[in-house]
């Protein structure tokens, strides 16, 4: 996959190609077969059909079979919005470096499996 991508016009550095696919393999979404090779998994296709971030569309689909979509709703939404209240547009970079600690460790940590 991090070869197709490679090729294509205007692709990323292929570090941010790998962290990608870490992160999709932390959260459940791709898994490596025996050739180290990465596959979608069940969640991952879900995830692929959302507009959103893995990570809050893992916590959308959870809260689905858990019950509490509402707050999680309420979450997934404070998480996205980049004009807040509680982050300004112009907000410091240690400021976005914890919206996105909270987005990649909250719900569990990127470890949780359900």
Not at 42 to 54: F, I, N, V, Y
Request: glycine share 10%; net charge neutral; hydrophobic share 40%.
């Amino acid at each position: 996959a991090i070869e197709f991508l490679e090729g294509a016009p205007g692709a990323p550095a292929k570090i941010h190609l790998e962290r990608t696919c870490q992160h999709l393999c932390e959260i459940g979404a791709l898994e490596m077969n025996s050739n180290f090779a990465p596959k979608l998994t069940q969640l991952g296709w879900h995830l692929s059909q959302l507009p959103m971030d893995a990570s809050i569309g893992k916590l959308l689909l959870y809260s689905v079979v858990m019950g509490c979509l509402d707050p999680a709703l309420t979450l997934a939404a404070t998480l996205s919005c980049t004009k807040s209240i509680f982050l300004p547009a112009k907000c410091s970079p240690i400021c976005r470096d914890k919206q996105n600690f909270i987005i990649e460790n909250g719900f569990g940590g990127s470890g949780w499996r359900g």
